[in-house]
């Protein structure tokens, strides 16, 4: 297409002038419109609506016309002598050149020695860049972003350089100030554009890598903090050098923040520069410090994110950073994500205008100014880990990465902390929901871990499976920390106890039916798993009523439990089809709803119960009526079994006292086996009393 | 209330709400007033800014067109507001005025 020659000035005036003209059409053509047409006049307003659909597109070229002119007058490029620049005049033409225009504009100003000039090209800029934003145009900005990845990777410090902090006092009343309110919403700007380009798929792999490894990367941090949530942006990249799997621009900033925090080479700047930081200034240091932790940034983002997650938990540095983050590295404190430390490496602390991020572990020099441990925000920490490990089980690479973090995540854990002889668990709720939704998504694999006792530690995909699902494995030592911090909470003990207990339940009417689990005896390692949970219980020392708290939650658990699906695992045919397949065993022993806790019906059928039997006999006859029913081997009897729930009443006694002679068939024998329902509830007391922790004997 | 104030009250609410049809008319016409004179071969070269530039002419005088019509089309409403009020006091005279 040619291009055309304009005059940069009056083609601004025009684009002007076009805003007006559609600002003007949307705010009147409706009146016109609507009211002409509530009278019933035949006027013809049909050339108004089109005026106004088109204006904003008139408009909004204009302006890019109007903005290129100007970026290529200031940037000396196609000026003829007439004080006309020539400008491609088609839309497609002039993004791209606009683009490629901004892109240089931002370099130039980040290299403005004049602050003022400097940032109101950056204004400028992200005033051109909004438009480009609320217009979804994905063309540009792909074509910004990908010339300018460096300096948007650059923005954040150098916006905090160009505040002068004002006058004297100015300067000191901003003595905490990272980032100004004006900084700040040009990051958001900014931030919101890239995770529009990185989501569309636009970015190059060198736009990618310029952001992942900027040399700030606190820098290309603050494009994640002050940008939208984590789910806005892409789940992965394309594939390129230093990105072989194609992981999301999120985790891949995530892993160099880490390896930039072993290094050293993470500095938070704050502040003007003007003087040693005193006493009285040392709680809103911590807090202005606290504030701009960009492992807290984010571990926040890629939570939101979940595929960034997981790519970094299961990624190759997801073990290191799980220790950092839940354990301790080098004998340092648990947990710290590092230490800010005052002053540069050469200046001994006489500058303060940033503060370094030394990694846990780290000695640091004597001769430094302050220094603050820095501890992630810990709600993010949970919601992150959670993330990490919530990819759908299967085949899959995120299945893989899930599957990596998960096992990364309980190698690191800390067993339960002892607090004057009593067991408390020893991480926030948030990381405790963490756990505990990760040891519900591998349940099948903690029960192999349990009933198969080893020391390896690890995930693969299971080569004697069709599609090769990825599973995990524990070592014993992993497993008991894990089992010991879920059960250091009674009600989780109990919770947890009574889902695996309803597992077992079902395993049992599966069993009778002749269904078994491929390469696996899902019954022993059920009840290992079980068993392990009663072993660390009977090793904490719970304050007084807690344990009563704990079978109320396993009562609970067992009660609320309700396995919908069950039944339609075919149980009927060749032998052949009585094995469960992966995926059916993951559907009937994999990722357990979580009943709804302290509901009045169970409260109220825990009491009724409480007035029938024990709660041994409940513990197991609930979970054994429960499989019999769901396999139909018995039929429910809606006096007590309402809304899939097995109700303890005075009918479920009666009921049970009129058909503990009932025979029931075991098809999993040959011949035709069958013992009394009371016998199998006899054998299922025996093997909840926990014969089967391998582990417990051995220790 | 009798017919007369009746016919003279729908009257009254065409004729505002008319004159705010005609307000934004205005509105309209004006913004374009402004833009006409910076679309031109003064503020660029070349064939391709002409050719949009007599697009952009051509439409919005059929825009202009239309906006210089408003006024009959809404002395026509108020006036149509008129009869048929008219009309409809005649075919009910003698009977109650609808409250």
Known sequence: MGEVGVDPQRVAQAASALEELRDALAANVPTIVNTMSSYGSPVNTGVLKQAQSRAPGDASDMRSRARLAALWLQQNVNIDGQGLVDIPWDHQSVDAADATAEAQALADAEANKDPKAALAAIKAIQQDLQDHIKANDQAWLGAF???????????????????????????????????????????????????????????????????????????????????????????????????????????????????DLKTGNIKIPLGPGIGRYGMEDHDKLGNA?????????????????????????????????????????????????????????????????????????????????????????????????????????????????????????????LPAITDDGKI????????????????????????????????ITGADPLIYEQGHPWEISLGQDKLSTLVQELSADPNNYGHLKGIIAAKMGTELGLQLQGVTVNHEDMPADLAALYGRFVTEGNNLKWV????????????????????????????????????????????????PQIPEFSTDNAANAIAQGRQEFSDTQLKTMIPLVQGLVQQKIIPPDPRWYQNGQVIPNQAFNEWWGENKGLPVQDKSLPGSQYDHLDSWYQKSVIWEQLQHDAYNQAH | MGWGALIE???????????????????????????????????????????????????????????????????????????????????HAGQPVPS
């Open chain 1, 145 to 259: 972003y990908n010339q300018a990845a460096p300096q948007v990777a650059n923005l954040a410090i150098t916006l905090h350089n160009l505040d002068s902090g004002g006058n004297a006092v100015q300067a000191y009343n901003n003595r905490f100030t990272t980032l100004t309110q004006s900084d700040q919403q040009v990051l958001a700007t900014f931030g919101q554009g890239l995770a529009a380009a990185d989501k569309s798929g636009s970015l190059t792999p060198d736009a990618v890598a310029a952001i992942a490894n900027a040399p700030d990367i606190w820098s290309a941090s603050m494009l994640v903090k002050y940008g939208p949530p984590g789910s806005d942006w892409a789940t992965g990249e394309q594939k390129g050098y230093g990105n072989p799997d194609g992981v999301s621009l999120l985790a891949l900033m995530t892993q160099n923040l880490y390896q």
């Open chain 1, 289 to 413: 410090l606290a504030a701009n932790d960009p492992f807290s940034v984010m571990l926040k983002a890629d939570g939101e994110n979940k595929n960034a997650a997981w790519q970094v938990m299961g990624g190759p540095d997801g073990g290191p950073l799980a220790q950092m983050l839940l354990a301790a590295e080098k004998g340092d404190l648990p947990q710290l994500d590092g230490r800010f430390v005052e002053g540069g490496p050469n200046d001994k602390g006489q500058y303060p205008n940033f503060f370094t991020m030394e990694p846990p572990g780290k000695s640091i020099d004597v001769d430094s100014g302050e220094i603050f441990l820095s501890t992630p925000d810990q709600k993010a920490l949970g919601n992150f880990l959670d993330a990490a490990t919530s990819a759908p089980r299967g085949s899959s690479a995120d299945a893989g990465y899930s599957a990596r973090a998960a096992v990364n995540i309980i190698s690191n854990l």
């Open chain 1, 544 to 591: 007084n009523g807690t344990q009563q708290d704990a079978e109320n939650a396993e009562l609970n658990s067992l009660i609320s439990f309700g396995e919908s699906e069950v039944g339609s695992i075919p149980v009927i045919g060749p032998t052949a089809s009585k094995v469960l397949t992966w995926d059916q065993k993951m559907k009937v022993f994999g990722v």
């Open chain 1, 424 to 455: 408390q668990p020893g991480y926030d709720p948030a990381i405790m929901k963490a756990l505990t939704n990760t040891f519900l998504r591998y349940l099948p694999d903690m029960a192999k871990s349990a009933g198969n006792p080893t020391n």
């Open chain 2, 9 to 91: 009250e729908a009257v009254s609410a065409a004729e505002t709400d008319m004159s705010r049809v005609q307000a934004a008319a205005e509105a309209i016409n004006t913004a374009i007033g402004k833009a006409r004179p910076l679309l031109t071969s003064g503020t660029w070269k070349g064939p391709e800014a002409a050719s949009w530039i007599g697009d952009w002419n051509g439409f919005y005088k059929s825009v202009q067109s239309l906006l210089g019509g408003m006024p009959a089309a809404e002395a026509a409403v108020v006036s149509k507001v008129r009869s048929d009020m008219e009309a409809q006091a005649r075919k």
